[in-house]
């Protein structure tokens, strides 16, 4: 994945299953609200992987930097993203996780739990990984090498 600039404006797209409708739209407006670009994928879906696969593949085809997925504990839209080639989905529920997804494992897609995180924290969280950026030359760069090359090999 390539590194994003400190001045670019990172462009987002956001989608949920209905247990998380109203998180979504706080984090619509906290991310807006921040200056940044963002596109709603729904979902009145009850099947949360679909949407799950369309903001994985709008991210993965690089028509949005990020995605933001929520579901009840944010586990499955976890599991339902990272079966698209090239999503890294992260499920975090504290600021320091967010952080590190990005700075260490250089994940593109942010998944929380409507069930589990409250809307404050939820935006605390939003508002640390929107802003962290991944950084080269670390000592988890041959970490996130290695997993991108494993899924490279066994893309479908």
């Known amino acids: 994945m390539a590194q994003l600039s400190e001045d670019k404006k990172i462009t987002v797209a956001i989608g949920c299953d209905p247990n998380a ?8 407006n906290h991310l807006t609200g921040l200056g940044y670009s963002v596109k709603d994928f729904g979902s009145d879906d009850p099947i949360y992987a679909r949407v799950a696969f369309d903001v994985g593949e709008a991210v993965a085809a690089k028509s949005f930097d990020r995605g933001i997925l929520l579901c009840g504990t944010g586990i499955g839209m976890s599991i339902a993203a990272n079966k698209v080639p090239g999503i890294y989905a992260a499920l975090c529920a504290d600021t320091y996780s967010a952080e590190r997804a990005i700075k260490s494992n250089n994940s593109n897609v942010l998944t929380m739990g409507a069930f589990t995180t409250g809307a404050e924290v939820a935006k605390q969280i939003v508002r640390t990984w929107i802003e962290a950026r991944w950084q080269p030359g670390t000592s988890s760069e041959p970490k996130v090498a290695c997993y991108m090359e494993y899924a490279g090999k066994h893309q479908v």
């Open 21 to 28: 409708a109203a998180l979504k739209e706080i984090i619509k």
